[in-house]
């Protein structure tokens, strides 16, 4: 079993700035990518940002140029720093991890996906 374990949500006044963490931990084989994903009231999920193992990255355009992901690959980690936020940043997000572990006898890729931290820009 893996568990990815957010933290760093909160509210926050627009155009000011929220760091969100994530840690991985279990039976992790390798970590492979990792992202960070957002969901509004009556919106479906979104990608925000994710990144490769390798360091690869790739963004929502609605947050490039405001957010950095970042990740530690010696501390299964991964972080959003959030820079001049907007009232529409407002979402519960989530991390996700593209994880290989072993499957009984077996390696599997599996995606994991962290509880949910609440992110509220004020206007």
């Known amino acids: 079993q893996v568990q990815l374990v957010e933290s760093g949500g909160g509210l926050v006044q627009a155009g000011g700035s929220l760091r969100l963490s994530c840690a991985a931990s279990g039976s992790i084989f390798s970590l492979n990518a990792m992202g960070w994903y957002r969901q509004a009231p009556g919106k479906q999920r979104e990608l925000v940002a994710d990144i490769t193992s390798g360091g690869s990255t790739n963004y929502a355009d609605s947050v490039k140029g405001r957010f950095t992901i970042s990740r530690d690959n010696a501390k299964n980690t991964v972080t959003l720093q959030m820079n001049s936020l907007k009232p529409e940043d407002t979402a519960v997000y989530y991390c996700?991890?593209?994880?290989?572990?072993?499957?009984?006898?077996?390696?599997?890729?599996?995606?994991?996906w962290g509880q949910g931290t609440q992110v509220t820009v004020s206007s």
């Open positions: 996700k991890a593209d994880v290989t572990a072993w499957d009984l006898a077996t390696l599997r890729r599996f995606d994991y």
